[in-house]
């Protein structure tokens, strides 16, 4: 194992091993929890913050400093890979993000996969100086959206309820989702290589609607893009470790674990992390998954809850994480509660 791997607990525990006390961060640990972002918030608009390196790299570093997580997520959102391609993007207030859906052949003739690499250097730019930055024990993570999760938001032109219109393309027009989802795979691999040449250290793909889809249906557009991705990175960057977050996906995660060649599945709330261990192989590192309403309600539930997912995965490859992002309201305290817990053993 490399020098750089040594001293650095999520890298180790990320590439298959049994580090105890497992390492921690949070999805969506730097957020609008804290009151040191909330400040820069004010600042520049969502897109601003994350394409301007000064900005995304504070905002990043904020939870470290606080908490001395083990990792460290650049501060990006999914949604920039499509704004990158040339689709509009913007966030609204209560709404969400917002974006012109794209419905049809014409709409897609709009993408311009020829600009993103260009669009996206100010995050290269944020990973290489957050590489330069870091404490030497914290990992830095890249990330992106898995094809379908990122084409749920293109194709509803933001957040939804039944997705309709994306299962209305799935069903009426194949050929037309086939040619999107082809554009994601490729932009999303390119990019994932980008951030990883730019510092990052493990990449994580977040797949949260995964979990709508019908089990055949979660095989071509969920696991099969996925191992797509894992492979072309894994032939330029062999040692880099994946992250795979296929949330609600319920019985199929075993299969997507299998299959897509991930190094680590991250679970969400209601997945039983001790079942699912058996479920899956040993080298198989599992990531999660404290329900976020724990940690924001604290107490004597919080410590023993995450004592308890801690416990029930000694022995196996494990990183500590919530089941999915830190709710805005949390107070702050309690986080560092959950990282002394979690270290105390
Ligand atoms: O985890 C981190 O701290 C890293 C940064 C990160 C963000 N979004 C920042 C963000 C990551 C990894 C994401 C992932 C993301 N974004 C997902 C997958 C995970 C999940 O939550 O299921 C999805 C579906 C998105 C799309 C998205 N971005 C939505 C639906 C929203 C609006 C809802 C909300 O919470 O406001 C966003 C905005 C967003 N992305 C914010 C942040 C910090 C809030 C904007 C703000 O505070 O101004």
Not at 105 to 116: F, K
Not at 222 to 237: F, Y
Request: with cysteine.
């Amino acid at each position: 194992m490399g020098g750089e791997t040594q001293n650095k607990p999520l890298l180790r525990a990320l590439k298959g091993e049994a580090v105890w006390p497992p390492p921690v961060w949070l999805m969506r640990q730097a957020g609008r929890y804290l009151p040191e972002f909330r400040a820069m918030r004010e600042q520049a608009d969502f897109i601003t913050r994350c394409m301007t390196p000064d900005i995304a790299v504070e905002l990043t570093l904020q939870p470290i400093r606080r908490y001395g997580m083990d990792g460290a997520i650049l501060f990006s959102d999914i949604l920039i890979l499509p704004w990158a391609m040339g689709q509009d993007l913007r966030f609204e207030e209560g709404r969400g993000p917002v974006m012109t859906p794209i419905r049809s052949e014409a709409d897609l003739a709009r993408l311009n996969e020829g600009r993103m690499m260009e669009a996206v250097a100010p995050v290269r730019e944020a990973l290489r100086r957050l590489r330069v930055e870091l404490p030497a024990e914290t990992t830095l993570l890249g990330f992106a959206g898995s094809p379908f999760t990122v084409a749920c938001y293109m194709v509803e032109g933001g957040s939804s309820r039944d997705f309709a219109h994306i299962r209305a393309m799935m069903q009426n027009d194949p050929a037309l989702f086939d040619k999107l989802m082809d554009i994601l795979i490729r932009n999303t691999a390119e990019m994932l290589c980008g951030q990883i040449e730019a510092g990052a250290e493990a990449v994580m793909l977040f797949d949260s609607w995964g979990g709508i889809l019908p089990p055949e249906a979660f095989r071509r557009y969920v696991i099969e893009p996925t191992r797509q991705i894992v492979a072309h990175i894994r032939a330029r960057h062999p040692d880099v470790p994946l992250i795979g977050f296929p949330r609600l996906g319920g019985v199929m995660v075993a299969e997507y674990a299998e299959k897509t060649g991930i190094n680590a599945l991250a679970l969400d709330t209601v997945a039983d992390m001790a079942k699912v261990a058996e479920m899956v192989p040993e080298t198989v590192t599992l990531q999660g998954n404290l329900d976020p309403m724990i940690l924001l309600n604290g107490g004597e539930a919080l410590k023993t809850e995450a004592r308890r997912i801690r416990d029930s995965l000694k022995g196996r490859p494990h990183v500590f994480n919530l089941g999915h992002g830190v709710i805005k309201t949390t107070p702050p305290e309690h986080v560092a509660t959950l990282v002394e817990t979690i270290r105390d053993v």
